[in-house]
């Protein structure tokens, strides 16, 4: 069975040429079956207060979840009598074709800053119901500041992926039928995928924790237990790859897809579509080939 995954970060819906159209944002990922975005707002005065998730997963027709570190109160309306109790949001989502069985969010590590503007970051974790199997799914976006705000949160990452199968999910354990509503307890799978706007390269020391240190004479060192660039996966070279248009970065691969062992096996292609212009980043397509015996096989 083909397997079309999609990262995408989507700064809030804002394209090149700097207007809000989410409409195009949907479209840039059409035909993908599971995508992880990040830069979704809600309640911001910006682009008139749009809820992007929902409008996101109500044009695609897809379930979804999301997530976010920064929460505060949204500007108040003028002459409103009663509380306002919206909440102006900026994280991450998972939107797919197939169900969604759980869902967490976790904040990552960060240190406050006294000149620089950074904030809370979080990645959302899904458990998608495919037809091969179920495939957890994490959409990150980590801070855009340096590596020292960054390694902290790269620790944490894979820290919650490699503890999840032994930690659980939402709930677990036998309770009442008022609790768990006749629903089986939901499992979080070995197969997983961490995905998003990195803001690292494949230089740097946050991609030598996850997929493995680099030496001088025996190349990229990766243990049997290391995510893998699912880039290299599907047969490019670390060095290549542009997925963000920016006059400040230069021409880089920041936004990535890491996956276990038992979801690398199955790589095909990976793309990287640079001729989308509804946000400054470009949707990057992973496409994955399962035997409906599933990802274990």
Request: hydrophobic share 35%.
């Amino acid at each position: 069975m083909k397997i079309t995954i999609a990262t995408y970060n989507i700064q809030f819906g804002r394209g090149l040429d700097m207007k809000f159209d989410l409409d195009r944002t949907a479209s840039d990922v059409k035909g993908a079956d599971i995508v992880a975005f990040q830069e979704v707002a809600q309640n911001w005065e910006r682009n008139g207060g749009e809820d992007q998730a929902a409008g996101l997963a109500e044009k695609l027709g897809y379930h979804y979840v999301f997530g976010s570190g920064f929460n505060v109160a949204a500007t108040p309306k003028a002459g409103a009598k009663a509380p306002d109790n919206r909440r102006r949001t900026f994280g991450n989502m998972v939107a797919s074709r197939w169900p969604l069985e759980s869902s967490r969010t976790f904040l990552l590590p960060k240190y406050a800053l006294t000149t620089i503007y950074d904030l809370q970051r979080c990645v959302v974790e899904a458990v998608v119901v495919t037809p091969v199997g179920k495939l957890r799914i994490y959409s990150t976006h980590l801070s855009h500041i340096s590596s020292g705000q960054r390694v902290p949160q790269v620790q944490t990452l894979l820290q919650i992926i490699n503890e999840a199968p032994a930690n659980g999910s939402a709930w677990g354990g036998t309770h009442t039928p008022d609790w768990t509503e006749g629903m089986d307890v939901p499992s979080l799978p070995e197969p997983a995928l961490l995905m998003g706007d990195m803001n690292f390269t494949y230089e740097s020391p946050e991609y030598a924790l996850i997929c493995g240190e680099k030496d001088a004479r025996n190349g990229r060192v990766v243990r049997n237990t290391s995510l893998r660039d699912s880039w290299v996966s599907a047969g490019h070279k670390e060095e290549d790859g542009v997925s963000i248009y920016s006059q400040y970065s230069g021409d880089v691969r920041i936004d990535h897809m890491f996956a276990t062992p038992s979801v690398a096996r199955h790589v095909e292609t990976m793309r990287i579509a640079s001729d989308a212009k509804a946000s400054d980043h470009f949707p990057v397509f992973l496409e994955l080939s399962v035997p409906e015996s599933g990802f274990g096989t």
